[in-house]
């Protein structure tokens, strides 16, 4: 069965980094995301990634400090999280869009893991 199910997430100082991985099995042809959620708050779109793999987008508030990456062969996407920000504390979801292209809304999302949660310590 085809499911989303997302690790590495933890607590790190301001200014460090965390690697999130998510097992993405079934999900190789699929454009895919990273999405986060704080308390209180709706969706925020993160990344974005190609099923290839060569086509990525951000969001503003990750621009230069995160990168998205996929390997196909291993069924895993990742999150590359630099330069953490106590305001990117949240639980980070990896989803799947049968979509072709950008999809930044959550809404467009079919497939979701069930988070896992990152705390920047200030």
């Known amino acids: 069965q085809d499911q989303l199910v997302e690790s590495g997430g933890g607590s790190a100082q301001a200014g460090g980094s965390l690697r999130l991985s998510c097992a993405a099995s079934g999900f190789s042809k699929n454009w895919m995301a990273w999405f986060r959620q704080a308390p209180g708050k709706e969706h925020e779109g993160v990344a974005i990634?190609?099923?290839?793999?060569?086509?990525?987008e951000y969001f503003d508030a990750v621009t230069g400090r995160f990168t998205v990456s996929r390997n196909n062969t291993a069924n895993t996407l990742y999150l590359q999280m630099n330069k953490l920000k106590p305001e990117d504390t949240a639980m980070y979801f990896c989803a799947a869009t049968p979509k072709v292209g950008f999809a930044r809304l959550a809404r467009e999302y079919n497939s979701w893991g069930q988070g896992t949660q990152v705390t920047v310590l200030s």
């Open positions: 990634i190609s099923p290839s793999g060569v086509a990525t």
